[in-house]
Each structure stands twice: as structure tokens, then as C-alpha cells.
């Protein structure tokens, strides 16, 4: 089975912290993808990849990067943490448009 | 443009009753068609999903689900509810290309 194993299960970090979100998938899926995931919105698209290098704005990527240097690995990154990015983060790699398998997810808090 | 329209967005149903969860979608191109599950604080497990072929999918956990073209619809089934199902269902339409679009979700509870 893939597996798409994100860092972090929890993590908490302090206002205008730069905070850096890993995610890895090992079965050499060429797309990968960054959601975050609130009560009543769903999950919504911030980055997504789809080769190496290459990077693409999903519907909310403001206050968020992307960096996709190996193709098993695709980190999000919050330039300068804010409170209204206290979320859930899902990683998700797919290969094609056959279903995307997830990672466990990083519910971040920001204070 | 492709859409997913889950219709409820919370179902109770008691332990051994019939579940439905319903999803239509909007799609220009052939759709793929999927059903996602999530637990609490976990990400999302795909249930089953539809490509091509068999209308009526059968998925993990005992679900199924039946794509119905002429009802653009893809509703999610179990006979006999365990207490084990509550959690957040998502119906999810690809785009065509390598996204996929989801739905906002259903969340299942599951009461003795």
C-alpha cells in the first residue's frame, strides 16, 4: 500500500513563526497536494504538484509556499505563521486521477 | 466545471438501520467518482471508488455505492449500521485531469 506519512501529528507554534510542514509519499506518485481542512468548509486545495520543481496554486495558497525538490517530498510552508491558520493540514499524493491517498494529517495550533 | 453536492451534512441513523449518504456531482468529462471516510483527528481512508465499468461499486467496511448517470447522482449505501461507521463521509469528483473536487461532507452518527 502507499504510504503518505506527514512529520507532524501536532504541533502548536507562536505568531509570525516560519513554520515548515513534511509530508513523504514511497510509492513514486507524480502528484502531490496540501489541504487544510476546517469545520463547515471542507477541505480546501492550498498547493498542489505535479512533478518536481513544479508547483501550482490550488483556491486559498495566500499566506502559504511550496517546495517539491524531490518528487517523494512536498513541504508546506506558513512564511509568517497568523491565528487564522490554526487548522487541520492533509497531505495527499495520487498517481494520475485515481484517487488520492492521504496522509494522518497536522493539526496545527497557532497562538 | 466539475462540483460535488453532498446532501445533508449530518445523517443519524440507529445501530443496525440502513445508511445513506447522498452525493451528486456536475462533471463535463466521463467522471471518476469516489467516497472518502475520516475519523476523528485522522486523515482520509477511500472507501471505494468508480472509474469505469460496474455501475454499483462495492467499497470497504460493507459500503457500496451506485453510479447513476442519467441521476448524476453516486449515493453511498450499508445495509446495517455499526456504531464503529460514525464518521465524516466525503464524495469526491475528479477533475478531468489529477485533481480531485470534494464535497463538504456528511457526518455520520451512530446511535444505539
Known amino acids: 500500500d502507499v504510504k503518505v506519512t506527514q512529520s507532524s501529528r501536532y504541533l502548536v507554534k507562536r505568531t509570525g513563526e516560519k513554520v515548515f510542514l513534511e509530508c513523504v509519499q514511497d510509492?513514486?506518485?507524480?502528484?502531490m497536494f496540501w489541504y487544510r481542512q476546517d469545520p463547515g468548509l471542507g477541505l480546501r486545495l492550498i498547493y498542489f504538484?505535479?512533478?518536481?520543481?513544479?508547483?501550482e496554486k490550488g483556491d486559498i495558497p495566500e499566506g502559504y509556499s511550496v517546495s517539491r525538490e524531490k518528487k517523494e517530498r512536498f513541504s508546506l510552508i506558513l512564511e509568517s505563521a497568523s491565528t487564522n491558520q490554526t487548522s487541520m493540514y492533509l497531505c495527499?499524493?495520487?498517481?494520475?486521477?485515481?484517487?488520492?491517498?492521504f496522509g494522518s494529517g497536522t493539526r496545527l495550533t497557532v497562538v | 466545471a466539475q462540483s460535488v453536492t453532498q446532501l445533508g451534512s449530518h445523517v443519524s441513523v440507529s445501530e443496525g438501520a440502513l445508511v445513506l449518504l447522498r452525493c451528486n456531482y456536475s462533471?463535463?468529462?466521463?467522471?471518476?467518482l469516489f467516497w472518502y471516510v475520516q475519523y476523528p483527528n485522522q486523515g482520509l481512508q477511500l472507501l471505494l471508488k468508480?472509474?469505469?465499468?460496474?455501475?454499483l461499486v462495492k467499497g470497504i467496511n460493507g459500503f457500496e455505492a451506485e453510479f447513476k448517470k442519467s441521476e448524476t447522482s453516486f449515493h453511498l449505501t450499508k445495509p446495517s449500521a455499526h456504531m464503529s461507521d460514525a464518521a465524516e463521509y466525503f464524495c469526491?469528483?475528479?477533475?478531468?485531469?489529477?485533481?480531485?473536487?470534494f464535497g463538504a461532507g456528511t457526518r455520520l452518527a451512530v446511535h444505539p
Open positions: 504538484s505535479y512533478d518536481v520543481k513544479m508547483k
Open positions: 469526491a469528483v475528479s477533475d478531468g485531469y489529477n485533481k480531485l473536487i
Open positions: 495527499a499524493s495520487s498517481l494520475q486521477a485515481y484517487g488520492y491517498t
Open positions: 462533471s463535463s468529462v466521463p467522471p471518476y
Open positions: 468508480y472509474t469505469t465499468g460496474a455501475t
Open positions: 510509492m513514486d506518485h507524480e502528484n
